[in-house]
C-alpha cells in the first residue's frame, strides 16, 4: 500500500512524497497530475552505474507510458561524482537535447545523484523542475526531501550548492530490496536520528521495531520512511535555509560523525557507523556541557544506545587522536566564529544547538 505525504514549506509550491512498493509504476501518471506538468515533454532521467541497470528502464517506461520523452544519463556511482564537472558535463548534454525550460530533471539513485541532479536542475536555464526518486534509505528518509542541493569541492563537501525543493518525490520501497547491507544501516542511523530529535513517539515505536528495522522488514521501513518524512517537513518549514536555528538540528551526531569519516579516512566506518557514534558523543557532551545531576541524560544515554544497537549500529572501536577530531570539526561549515557548534541532546526531543569550548570537547573526547 502506498502513502501520501504533503510537504508545505512557506513561500514554495507544496509537493508530494508518495511512498510505498511499486510506486515508480505510476510515477509518469502522479506526474501528468500535477498542474505544471500536465503538457510537459522532455525529461532527463539523471541515475548512477549501479542503479541505472536495476531501475532506469522502469522509470522510463512509467515516463513513456504517461506521454514523456525521456533520455537519461548514468554518471559513475559514489561520492566523487558530486563535482562541478559533472554537473557541466550534464547541463550540456541537456543543452544539445534543445532542453528548454519546459523540461524536468529525475534523480533516480541515491542521495549523490539526488544532490548532483538537484544541484544540476537548480541552476540549468536558472532552474527547471527536479523530480526524486530516491533508492537508498538514506535518500528515502533524509535527503530526497527538504531541497538541500550541493556539489563538492576538493577543498570539502558540499561546498557549492542550493535551496531547490523538489516538485514531487518517489520512494519505491521494492528499490529498497537490492541495497547493500551498509547502506542499508547508513539509513538507519539518520532514523535514529530523526526519532531522537522529533518524539516519545516516533522514539519508542523505533524502539520497538527496531529488530524488524535491521531485520529490513517492509511495512516497518515503509512506516520508518513516512515517519521521518513528516519530521523533516516539519523542521524545513520551519527554516528553509538553515538559517532560523532549527534545521542544523538534521546535523545531530554528524559534528563527530563528519570527523571520524575525515581522520579514519573516508569509508573505513561508513557514514552511518560514524554518525551513530557521534550521537552517543552527543548526549556525553550533554550531560558535560549541561549537567545530569538527576541522571535523566545518562538514562537517556542507555536508552539512545540501545537502540543503536539493535538497529545494527554498535560503539566503534576506533582511533584517533582528540586533536585531529577536534581539528576535523573545526572545518565544519555550520561553525560560527571559530566555535564547534553541536546538536546537543539531553532526552528524546530535548536538544539544543550550542557552540562548545574546544577544552570542553578534548575533555569529552580522552573520556
Ligand atoms: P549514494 O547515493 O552514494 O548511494 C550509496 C550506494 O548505493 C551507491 O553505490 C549507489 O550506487 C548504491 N545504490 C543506491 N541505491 C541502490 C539500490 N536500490 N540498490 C543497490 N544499490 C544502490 O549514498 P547515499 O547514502 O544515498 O547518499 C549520500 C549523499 O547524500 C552524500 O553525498 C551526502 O552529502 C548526501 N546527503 C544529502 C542530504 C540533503 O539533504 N540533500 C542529506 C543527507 C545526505
Ligand atoms: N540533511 C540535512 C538537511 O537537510 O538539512
Redesign the pocket.
Known sequence: MATKVIVQIPGEADYAVRIGSGVIGKLGQNLREIERFARARDVLVIT????GP??LAKVKASLANAGFKAADVAVP???DT?AVDVAAEIWSAMAQLSFGRDCLVVAL???????LAGFVASTYMRGVPVVQVP??L??MV??SV?G???VNLPEG??LVGTFFQPSFVCADTD??E???ER?WR?GCAEVAKSAVIDSDDFFFWLLEHAEAMAARDADVAAEAIQRCVVFKAGVVAQDKTESAGVRECLNYGHTLGHAIEACTGYGTFS?GAAVAEGMRFAVRLAASVLGDAQGAVAEFAEAQGDLLDTLGLPPLDYEAAPRDLLAAMKHDKKNRGGEVRFVLARDIATWEITPVSDETILQALAS
Open positions: 548512477d552505474s549501479n542503479v536495476l531501475y556511482a559514489g561520492e558530486k539513485g541515491g542521495g549523490v545523484v539526488g544532490d533508492t537508498t538514506l535518500a533524509d535527503s527538504g538541500k542541493t550541493a563537501k558540499n528499490t529498497l537490492t541495497l547493500p547502506e547508513c557514514h
